[in-house]
């Protein structure tokens, strides 16, 4: 079946330290990949996608890379901010079954300190 | 452009009510999905609707239905509420395609439900 298996959280950083979030999946057929994040109340928000094997997505200072070798597509930021505080969702759907179905992983919540 | 809304933003009901969401999505988008999330179980597909058709349902019992209407509007349904279903739905629209836009979906900001 049609899996995504995320690190589990909290993840808990100082402002301006490198973040990366493991995200892994498994598909019977060609996924695009998503990262979608939610801030408190409020509902999801697309991150950063990436549609074909080495596609890097990348969105305010978010990047990740569509790696088919090792089913993964970890997140990653440089410097991360207070205002990156939310939860973070690894998402994929596939492509050739004509559906919009998103498989969501369980999400990774960031809190980042001053 | 404005972005997908979904009505109300809360809502409390007792156990064996019956209650309906409404969910209006982005100009131009024909695809309707819809989550629900909770603590427990995540964020878990319920059903797509594309020109007033459901295309695909998830694992959820027959009390949780759907429709479309041909302006791309979608409500869904929930019959004899259980306490289990207090969670946020989302509704989320996309104007499906091949290429570089597959399928990216947009969401609202969710009914949170609550019941008692």
């Known amino acids: 079946g049609n899996s995504v298996t995320q690190m589990e959280g909290p993840v808990t950083l100082s402002e301006e330290a490198f973040l990366t979030i493991n995200c892994t999946y498994t598909a019977t057929g060609y996924p695009s990949l998503f990262w979608y994040v939610q801030y408190p109340g409020e509902g999801l928000q697309l991150l950063l996608k990436a549609t074909k094997a080495d596609d890097k997505g990348s969105n305010k200072g978010f990047e990740a890379t569509y790696r088919k070798e090792t089913t993964s597509f970890h997140l990653e930021k440089g410097s991360v901010q207070v205002s990156d505080s939310a939860v973070y969702f690894c998402?994929?759907?596939?492509?050739?079954?004509?559906?919009?179905?998103?498989?969501f992983g369980q999400g990774t919540t960031l809190q980042v300190k001053p | 452009k404005a972005g997908v809304t979904q009505t109300p933003r809360y809502l409390i009901k007792t156990r064996g009510q019956q209650v309906t969401l409404s969910c209006s999505p982005i100009s131009g988008h024909r695809s309707v999905s819809w989550y629900q999330q909770t603590p427990g179980q995540g964020l878990q597909f319920l059903f797509e609707y594309f020109s007033e058709t459901q295309r695909n349902k998830g694992n959820f019992p027959g009390r949780f239905s759907g429709r479309q209407f041909s302006n791309s509007r979608s409500e869904m349904n929930v019959s004899t509420l259980e306490l289990g279903d207090s969670a946020l739905y989302l509704c989320?629209?996309?104007?499906?395609?091949?290429?570089?836009?597959?399928?990216?979906?947009?969401f609202g900001p969710g009914t949170r439900l609550t019941v008692t």
């Open positions: 989320a629209s996309s104007l499906p395609s091949l290429g570089e836009w597959s399928y990216e979906q947009y």
């Open positions: 998402a994929l759907t596939i492509v050739s079954s004509n559906t919009g179905k998103l498989i």
